[in-house]
């Protein structure tokens, strides 16, 4: 008997040495699942965040609705189903993008001071940022709804998109639009600005009344040394078919788009999703997504309605980090006003970035100071030589000029819209 039961223990022992390979084999077969399931819960990613599934649905939604309220073209009236309003004049909708307190906000008060019919204001200020100061009455009640956002991230992106398509659902009378951060400031009297936007020529397009269309102020570069390594910071094949490298773009963060092109920024879908890609966390020194998505869709899309320079000037001189230098107190001076308005073209810059909050105070006597030779025209900020003749008459000829296009192009949509059902009805 004993030695019997040594003989089956031997057979168990010699079956468990055959079926170890099988045994093994089949647990690794059955580990794998196991591993592609854990494993990105426990290794480290190799990209930067992506955007959550629940903030592009919320976008989506919103851009839908900006679409559809701007289906009367360019003017923004007229379309199918949309109610119409009535005429104004044009305006400019100042949109700010900031993850802090709008220090600067007395100083835009004072830009905006007897203008209240000619501007908006839409605010998107990160969800953790803290805000301790109150909102100025331009800004109270004027903060739109809010997603995290982050530098190096596709978020900024999104933050700018959906300024811009509140603006559009807001008021279809808003025909630029001006984006801004909390770090920047007007060079220029609200005047200036408004005349410099509204009397611009255009360009020439293809509408049945021959008007001209509104160019955007953007600025589109494809001569930088360090293109390709940002082209490839999501990886090396990424971007293709939709934006080969040749046709990539970079430019300023900051820029003032016409209406047409804000409706094609929130109808985007084919670019979108390319640049909506995160980043390789191995090339994040690269990435600055906002920076190429909005110059490369414009470009791509409508290059001659594109001015390819920006209005908001940046000293980049001794930049740090990838951030412009930042003017302080001592540096504050009607000298140095003058020399951020300048351009390398016949232009002046509207707007400049990026200074401390402790500039808002000889920022302010600075204005107050100039504003008291031209008092007529508030903000101080303005050299009469730069706009020649634009006294109160003209400047009231121009608001007049510009509410009577709106009107023309509001009853041409309306119109149209009219002789299409018509049409429709007798077919």
Not at 30 to 47: E, G, W
Not at 106 to 131: I, M, T
Not at 373 to 402: A, C, M, R, Y
Request: with cysteine; aromatic share 10%; proline share 8%.
């Amino acid at each position: 008997m004993k030695v019997f039961g040594r003989n089956l223990e031997l057979d168990h022992e010699r079956a468990m040495i055959s079926w170890s390979p099988f045994l093994i084999a089949l647990l690794l077969l059955m580990s794998i699942p196991v591993v592609f399931v854990l494993a990105p819960r426990i290794l480290p990613p190799k990209t930067m965040p992506s955007i959550p599934d629940l903030d592009e649905v919320d976008d989506l939604a919103l851009f839908r609705r900006a679409t559809l309220a701007s289906a009367g073209g360019e003017g923004g009236r007229g379309g199918a189903g949309i109610r119409r309003r009535p005429a104004s004049a044009p305006k400019i909708a100042f949109l700010f993008l900031t993850n802090s307190d709008l220090v600067f906000a007395p100083l835009w008060e004072r830009f905006f001071h007897g203008h209240e019919r000619l501007f908006n204001v839409y605010v998107h200020a990160d969800p953790a940022a803290e805000l301790l100061l109150p909102p100025t009455p331009s800004f109270r009640g004027r903060f739109i709804p809010a997603k995290a956002t982050q530098r190096s991230s596709p978020t900024l992106i999104s933050a700018a998109r959906r300024l811009l398509a509140a603006a559009l659902i807001d008021d279809p009378a808003n025909a630029f639009f001006a984006l801004l951060s909390q770090s920047c400031v007007p060079l220029h009297s609200f005047r200036f600005a408004y005349h410099a936007l509204l009397a611009d020529t255009g360009t020439p397009s293809n509408l049945p009344d021959g008007r001209r269309r509104r160019r955007s102020y953007i600025e589109i570069s494809s001569t930088d040394p360090w293109m390709w390594n940002r082209y490839v910071a999501r990886g090396d094949s990424v971007m293709l078919p939709e934006v080969p490298f040749e046709r990539f773009r970079a430019g300023s963060q900051f820029f003032v788009l016409a209406r047409r092109h804000a409706v094609m920024v929130v109808r985007d879908r084919r670019f979108w999703k390319k640049f909506k890609i995160p980043c390789l966390k191995s090339r994040v020194d690269s990435c600055y997504p906002e920076e190429h998505y909005f110059p490369t869709l414009l470009d791509m899309q409508d290059p001659a309605g594109c001015s390819r320079y920006t209005l908001t000037r940046v000293n980049w001189t001794d930049s740090v980090g990838g951030h412009p230098h930042m003017y302080q107190p001592p540096e504050i001076s009607a000298n140095l006003i003058k020399e951020l308005r300048k351009s390398n073209s016949t232009y002046s810059h509207l707007f400049a970035r990026k200074f401390s909050a402790e500039c808002l105070d000889p920022l302010l006597k600075l204005a107050d100071r100039l504003a008291s030779n031209v008092p007529s025209l508030g903000f101080g900020f303005l050299d009469e030589d730069l706009v020649p003749g634009l006294d109160e008459s003209n400047w009231l000829k121009l608001i007049h000029h510009s509410l009577f296009i709106s009107e023309h192009h509001q009853a041409t949509c309306f119109f149209k819209a009219k002789n299409k059902r018509l049409s429709s009805e007798i077919g």
